[in-house]
């Protein structure tokens, strides 16, 4: 049977070979990768969900490593479909639109690479083949974000940086306990880290958490992700943003739930009967997603906006895992499955709209709804999942996220994630109403096409999952369940029909509320087409004007507007003002100082010198040690 | 066959060293040839004889005196495992000279390089401590003719500041050598060892403090490194590669045979951990603010000395293992680094930032050689760079030097700054036009790709290595056996 190690070879060789074989053929590429996608869907599927198995696999490592072990359980299956699903949906969009770009080559060696990490991350079963897909992905995604940037330079320093220091910080918590397990086995490491004195426990927790945190863009670790997503390649972004941010999601369950658990954080410290270290990582979360609710209403480029949205979002994820709780852990696995759909649907279509009219910003597009409609309804279904309204997923996730806050008495995490969630809702009308509503900012936007044929593959399923789960939240449910139970938590949810979403303090029938709304759309549909006559063609420049004649150059679409009243709201102008990448930047420019100086000073071109050293090194040995 | 013995990798190559500028009367080129076949003869000596060595070591008697009075040549696996690697890595670079070099010096650099090769061989196979100076001295003196052939400003005052401290390193080590020998009346490495204890402690102290620096410059510790730098900017590129793959390590080597198996000082080799891991931290930070590619490599190149420093300062047979994995990986990885910086810098007509921009594009496949390599000196899966990095993250781990490691990472993530600079300015800036393009001789490019395969493939398959590196790790670590073999009837002849 093929196991997963050999699952996670498959993108990575298919990969390589579409480098060497595509200098050849171009279109084996796209065949390899098509390909590798197909084998890696129907074997993902093909795994039993919830059984466990492991697997070892010797790459004829040192005797240090062991051999490293993979491994499937309900958990890993979970987010092993997610990436695979992933996986295929941008790999079509690729399609599309790589094909013509001077990087077409590099971008399949390491997109199939990226991919092949990611399904690394989750089926390995020791922390040395996890930490080894890790940084895999680390290195091939920057060569992704880098590929189209414009700004490659600070982006693609920043990205490296955050992730090498997280991936670091995390060896050294891995370093900590292997130095007490003698073993980089999971269980193993487990049962050493449960011997363990509470301080090194927590150092450890904490080392661990800043690496999984960096992967999820939480703040204050959040600097690369804005222009990392914004500048990476369009086609990429979507799994950058809903794929590569849930590995932080997964290390995060995998650490603090399996290997440290949460029952023995909280023996060494609680609040509100939540681990400290879980509490002050819930209210990171939800701190996140307020501020990047707001930096991304302000924002005019439009994957940047999504960019701070997608922040914004996993901090809620962020927030209801550190709980603790089974049902926070649900919440928190239900909202990544809805915001990887959510998300890539958005960047796909964005993608599509950028290549379509080569423009970016809100400023420069508008009124795409006659020429795109399908995008507009993909954008319009991806909001109403953003802003966590019924009918469609997104609010059957908030929802459980939301109920879990209620069951564990944190009102004002619960107030302050309200706030985050209603305020989304300007950013997510801002992003329809300026692509596809008002007036057109140029005439040539009059003239583009629908996005290409191969983005539709991607966009129907997930509008038509986006739908599904919201019309059946309880679809979701077994597996959910089965994942919690992975992770050693009881049932969270008392469902027992697809139709409704039922836990603690109550439920709702998913059924209903769609076929209610949908009653309630076609009569104002019927009643809009009835009395109110089809409006008139008009042309752009058709608009009353006060005595002054608009040119074709004059800026009449205002959509990218919204948001910037924001900035006279008292308190929330100033946070506006205010960047913590000062900060950084400062350190850096410290560091840069002290380099600056050690190279002036200490190597500073003197021959004679360099002869002093010699001899004062060793006036000082004989000095310190001969007595 | 008796005639067949390794004491040939030093016999030949110093004979054909003496031999090339008499061939150049005969043709041109033929010195270039004659240095390449020497190292292929030594490297394919040095394999025939590392899987024997592995079994036993070899006590190669010279001239029918047996130790301690003689001089012998002491071949145990360490010592053989880093024979392979230094010829081996200087046949490599003399394939990219065949073709690379186009000046008249071409056969003072054919004996030089030979020279260089030869003493570093030496240094490693030697049982002597004054014929391991004697080698110093050999590889020493053509390093510094090396350094400052090109004739310009850059090259000779290098070569002037490296003469310098190297004439306090022969100093120092001289010195060491003499105290030795007024105590204990030998110069054999061996019985060194086996009466070490005899010695006045004092005198003993000193002697030790003396040859710590001299190996210390010779192996590129800070703060003695200081004249390193240049060096690495000043020489061609070749040459930088040479002396980071080959000399370097036989310094190293000298370090650790002397500490480990001669002094078995532990002071000192706990010295070495601090010292280790400021080289790291000083050469890193030094190395991110550097504008000029050839000496920002010579930085790192320090940068990763210092992480073997370092790993030989745990002192545990697993960290020492490490270590030397980590001597091939580095001279592996520097080698490519240095190799494909000098083929770039040749074309683009000069190696600073500013003229390497956009040559990625203009030379995809020895900017992507040189990407694969800058990411395998990171430490990146799957390269091999990795392995060693981890194999000795884990030692100290396993000895609780928490706050070394995190030191050691924190430096590596300001590596991954300036290595990722140089890739974003090669491969992200826009194309040159003044370069016109032209082809590479495929020489020149021979090396390289065997040394991607190299990185490559140790990183994936580094357990076919480990059975050498745990051999060479107890031959350090066992110096009962070393004096044994070399002493008693146990080491035989061939």
Known sequence: MIGPNNVILIPILAGILAYFLGKVVKPAREG??????????????????????????????????????????????????????????????????????????????????????????VYSRDLMSFFIFWEMMTWSSYFLVIMNAKNPRKTGLTYIVFNVAGAYAMLTAMFFVYAAAGSMQFDKVATAIALMPNTKVLFVSILFAIGFLVKMATMPLHVWAPDAYTESEDSFTGFFSGTLSKMGVY????????????ANLKGISSIKDTPTVGYVIAWLGVITSIFATFRAIVQDEVKRLLAYSSIAQVGYIVTAMSLGTALGIAGGLYHAVMHTIMK????????????????????????????????????LFGIIGLAGMPPFGGFASK??????????????????????????????????????????????????????????????????ALMVFGMLPGLLVPYISKAVAALGFNAAFNSTNMYTLSAALGGFNGFTVINVLGVIFVVVLIWYTLFFPKSKKLHRLDIYYAAETPTEETPLHYGYGIGAEL????????????????????????????????????????????????????????????? | MSWFSPILMIAVPLFIAFLIPLLGYIHKKAGLYAMSLTLLFNMLTGFYFLPKVMVKPIRVIVAGYKPPFGINLAITPFSIFLACLISTMGFLVSLYLLKDNTTETQEKFAMLILLVVMGSTGIVLTGDIFNMFVFLEITSISSYALTAIKKDRKGSEAGIKFLLVGSISSTLLLLGIALIYN????????????????????????????????????????????????????????????????????????????LFTVAAKSVFIKLLLVFGVLTVIVSELSALRQNDVKRMLGYSSLGQIGVILFAVGIGTADAMQGAIFHFVNHAVLKATLFLSVGLLAKAAGGSTMEDLKGIGKKYPFVAGVFGIAALGVMGFPPLNGFVSKMLILMAAAKTEHIVLIMLILAASVIEGVYYFRVLQVMFKEPEPTR???????????????????????????????MPYLKGAAMDVMNRSTYIAAMLGSNGGAL
């Open chain 1, 32 to 121: 390899l990768t098509l390909g590798s996608v197909i084998a890696v869907c129907y074997l993902v599927f093909r795994m039993p969900f919830d059984k466990v198995i492991s697997y070892s696999y010797s790459f004829k490592l040192p005797y240090a490593f062991g051999s490293l072990s993979f491994g499937t359980n309900a958990l890993t299956s979970f987010f092993a479909i997610l990436i695979a699903l992933s996986y295929l949906f941008i790999a079509f969009t690729a399609f599309a639109l790589v094909k013509d770009k001077d990087y077409h080559d590099t971008f399949y060696l390491f997109f199939n690479i990226v991919a092949g990490s990611l399904l690394g991350i």
């Open chain 1, 251 to 262: 290390g995060f369950l995998l650490f603090f739930a399996t290997i440290v658990g949460f």
């Open chain 1, 344 to 379: 890539l649907l958005l960047f796909i279509t964005v993608a599509g709209v950028i290549y379509r009219t080569g423009k970016d910003r809100f400023s420069e597009l508008g009124a795409l709804i006659t020429r795109m409609p399908l995008s507009f309804l993909a954008v």
């Open chain 1, 399 to 464: 929802w459980v996220i939301y109920m879990s806050l209620l069951k564990s008495h944190n009102y004002f995490l619960l107030v302050a994630m309200i706030v985050s969630s209603t305020a989304a809702f300007l950013y997510c009308y801002k992003l329809i109403y300026g692509i596809f509503l008002g007036h057109p900012s140029s005439p040539d936007l009059m003239e583009v096409k629908e996005v290409p044929a191969f983005l539709w593959v991607a966009q129907v399923p997930l509008m038509l």
């Open chain 1, 567 to 627: 900035h006279r709201i008292p308190w929330v102008g100033a946070s506006l003002r205010r960047h913590i990448t000062t900060f950084y930047e400062k350190f850096a420019e410290q560091v840069n100082g002290i380099a600056s100086v050690l190279k002036d000073i200490l190597f500073n071109g003197d021959g004679q010198i360099y002869m002093l050293y010699a001899v004062l090194t060793l006036v000082a040995i004989i000095m310190f040690l001969g007595r």
């Open chain 2, 183 to 258: 105590q204990l009346g030998t110069l054999n490495l061996a019985d060194i060892a086996n009466r070490f204890s005899q010695m006045n402690p004092k005198v003993a102290f000193l002697a030790v403090s003396f040859l710590f620096i001299g190996f210390g410059i010779e192996s590129e510790m800070f703060p003695l490194n200081a004249w390193a730098p240049d060096v690495y900017q000043g020489a061609p590129a070749p040459v930088a590669a040479l002396f980071s793959a080959v000399t370097v390590k036989a310094g190293l080597y000298a370090m650790v045979r002397f």
């Open chain 2, 435 to 465: 370069i016109e393009k032209k082809a590479f001789p495929v020489l020149s490019l021979v090396p390289l790709v065997v040394l991607v395969f190299a990185i490559i493939g140790i990183g994936l398959f580094s357990g076919y290595l």
